[in-house]
C-alpha cells in the first residue's frame, strides 16, 4: 500500500507540472483539485473511522490533491514569466546596472552573460527595476562573473525559432527556466567594478580558469579545448567545424556539461576501479564526479548530472535497481519541486533522466547479452553502457534535433574506452601545469596522445557517407509511443531473465 501511495503522488505531482506547462489553467484550477483531494481525504477518514473500502478512496484523494499541487507548483514559473514592468520596455532604449550572475559563455562570435539588476537608469535617477537579463555581446568583451556592469542598448524580448529540422524550439520558455524573460542584443557595456558575486562561486571559477588556462599552455589546439571540454565542459576554444564533426559523428555529448557526459563518464570510472572494495568502488567515483561539479562552478546543470550519475553508481554498487527507481524518482522530483520548468524546457534535465534510466535497467539487460566481450578493462561494461545509452536516448534525440548518426555505436566505443584514462592523464597535467609547466610536460604528452586519437577518430567517422541521416522531426506522439515499446521490452526480457 506505502508503495501504490509512493507513486500515485509523485506521479499525479509530475502529470500536474507537465499539464500546467503545456496549459495555463486558472488559479480556480489548482484550488479545485487540491480542495476535492482533501474533501475525498476528509471522507477517507470517514470511513477508516466507521469501517469501509478506505485504500481506493485514499488513492484517489492523493491523486487528486498531487496533481493539483503540480498545478500548482508551475502556476508560479507563468506567474514569474509576467514582468509587466519588463514587458512595457520591450523595443526601447534601457540602461541598467547590474551584476553577472553567472560564468560567461565564450563562443566564436559571440560572448553570452546573465546580469541580475535590481534597478535600471533614468537619466541620472535610479528606478527600482527588478530583472534577470541575457547579454549577447562581442567575444573579444573581457567579463568576468560577479562584474558590476553598465548596460545600455535596446532592450528586446526573446522570440522562438524554427530549428533546421522543422520544430519550432521554444526560446523563450527555455531562457524563462532560468528566470530570463529579456536580453541586450550588442548594448555598450562598460565594467563598474568586480568582485560582486558570491565569494564561494567566485572562488570555484577562479580555479576552472586557473585550470583551463593551465592546459591551453601545455597542450596544443584543438586538443587542448578538447580536454577542457571532456573534464569542464568548457568548449569554447573548440572550432565549429570539428563540433559539427562530433555532432555528425555522435559524440557531441563528450563535450557538452550535460547528464548524458558525465553520467557515460561515471559508469566508467566505477568501473576502472572495480578491484576496489564495494565501499570504495562507490566512494571514488563519487569524489570523481564531486570534483567535477566543483571544477565547473557547481552549476544547475552540473549538480543535476552528478546527482544522476551518483544514483548510477550507487545501483550498481548495491546491485538493487529496484530500489534505485524509487531514488531516482525522488532525486528527480525534488529537482522539479525546485524549478518546475526543467521538466518540460530543459533538455539537459530529461536528457539526464533517460541516461540514467538507461544504465540502471538497460545497461545490465544487454550486459547479459555481450558475454563474449571479455570484462577486462571493463570493456564489457563500456559496450553495454553505450549501446543503452544510444537506444534509449534515439528516439528523444530523434525529436529535439531531426538527426541521427548512424556511426554513433562504433565511434562511441572507439572514444569511451579511453575517456577515463583521458580524463586522469589530462587532469593531471592540468594540476601539474599550475605548478610546474615543465613538470607537467611528460603527462601532457600522453594525455595529448589520447586526445589526438580522438580528434582523429572523429574527423575520419565524420568525413564516411551518411554517417549522419537529417530529416523532419517525428511527431512527439511518435515519441511516446517508442518509449513505451522500449519500456515494454525491457520489462519482458527481465521477467524472463528473472
Known amino acids: 500500500m506505502a508503495e501504490r501511495i509512493f507513486y500515485i503522488v509523485i506521479g499525479s505531482f509530475v502529470l500536474g507540472v507537465t499539464t500546467g506547462s503545456f496549459v495555463l489553467v486558472p488559479e480556480s484550477a489548482f484550488l479545485f483539485f487540491i480542495l476535492l483531494g482533501f474533501v475525498i481525504f476528509l471522507y477517507f477518514l470517514f470511513l477508516l473511522r466507521h469501517g469501509g473500502e478506505w485504500r481506493i478512496v485514499l488513492c484517489i484523494s492523493l491523486l487528486f490533491f498531487s496533481f493539483g499541487a503540480g498545478l500548482w507548483r508551475i ?133 576552472k580558469n586557473m585550470f583551463v588556462g593551465s592546459i591551453s599552455r601545455i597542450l596544443s589546439e584543438p586538443e587542448g579545448s578538447l580536454l577542457s571540454g571532456i573534464i569542464l565542459g568548457a568548449k569554447h576554444g573548440l572550432p565549429q567545424t570539428l563540433l559539427d564533426a562530433f555532432k555528425t559523428a555522435g559524440v557531441i555529448h563528450i563535450v557538452v ?43 544547475a546543470t552540473a549538480v543535476r548530472a552528478s546527482l544522476m550519475a551518483a544514483l548510477v553508481i550507487f545501483a550498481k554498487t548495491i546491485g538493487r535497481n529496484y530500489d534505485m527507481s524509487r531514488a531516482l524518482l525522488v532525486a528527480g522530483t525534488l529537482m522539479i519541486l525546485h524549478n518546475p520548468a526543467i521538466l518540460v524546457f530543459d533538455p539537459s534535465f530529461q536528457l539526464s533522466v533517460l541516461a540514467t534510466l538507461a544504465l540502471i535497467y538497460l545497461s545490465p539487460v544487454i550486459s547479459q547479452k555481450l558475454l563474449f566481450i571479455p570484462e577486462r578493462f571493463g570493456f564489457r561494461e563500456i559496450v553495454s553502457s553505450t549501446v543503452s545509452t544510444q537506444i534509449f536516448v534515439l528516439p528523444f534525440l530523434m525529436w529535439m534535433t531531426g538527426q541521427v548518426s548512424l556511426i554513433a555505436l562504433p565511434v562511441n566505443f572507439l572514444i569511451l574506452v579511453i575517456i577515463p584514462m583521458t580524463m586522469f592523464f589530462g587532469f593531471a597535467a592540468g594540476f601539474l601545469g599550475i605548478i610546474s609547466h615543465t613538470l607537467a610536460l611528460p603527462v601532457a604528452f600522453v594525455s595529448y596522445l589520447f586526445l589526438h586519437y580522438i580528434v582523429k577518430v572523429v574527423e575520419i567517422a565524420s568525413k564516411i557517407p551518411f554517417a549522419s541521416v537529417h530529416f523532419i522531426s517525428p511527431h512527439f506522439y511518435a515519441v511516446i509511443i517508442a518509449y513505451v515499446i522500449l519500456v515494454f521490452l525491457i520489462w519482458r526480457i527481465n521477467r524472463s531473465l528473472a
Not at 560567461?104 to 562570435?109: H, K, L, N, S
Not at 566505477?270 to 561539479?293: D, H, Q, Y
Request: with cysteine.
Open 257 to 299: 556539461l550535460s547528464g548524458y557526459n558525465i553520467t557515460l563518464v561515471a559508469a566508467g570510472f566505477s568501473k576502472l576501479f572495480s578491484f576496489l572494495s564495494r565501499r570504495f568502488r562507490f566512494i571514488v567515483p563519487l569524489l570523481a564526479i564531486l570534483g567535477f561539479t566543483l571544477m565547473t562552478g557547481a552549476s
Open 75 to 207: 502556476s508560479f514559473f507563468h506567474e514569474a514569466s509576467k514582468n509587466e514592468s519588463v514587458a512595457k520596455l520591450f523595443n526601447r532604449s534601457v540602461a541598467i546596472e547590474g551584476v553577472v550572475s553567472g560564468e560567461p559563455d565564450r563562443r566564436e562570435t559571440s560572448l553570452r552573460f546573465v546580469v541580475r539588476t535590481d534597478f535600471r537608469m533614468e537619466g541620472q535617477e535610479e528606478v527600482p527595476f527588478k530583472a534577470t537579463i541575457l547579454v549577447v555581446t562581442d567575444p573579444y568583451q573581457i567579463i568576468s562573473y560577479g562584474d558590476l556592469v553598465r548596460v545600455s542598448g535596446l532592450f528586446q524580448k526573446p522570440t522562438n525559432f524554427d530549428t533546421e529540422n522543422g520544430r519550432q524550439f521554444d526560446y523563450v520558455s527555455y531562457l524563462a527556466k532560468d528566470g530570463i524573460c529579456c536580453q541586450f542584443f550588442r548594448p555598450e557595456i562598460s565594467v563598474v567594478a568586480s568582485g560582486k558575486g558570491n565569494v564561494v562561486l567566485s572562488f570555484l571559477y577562479d580555479i
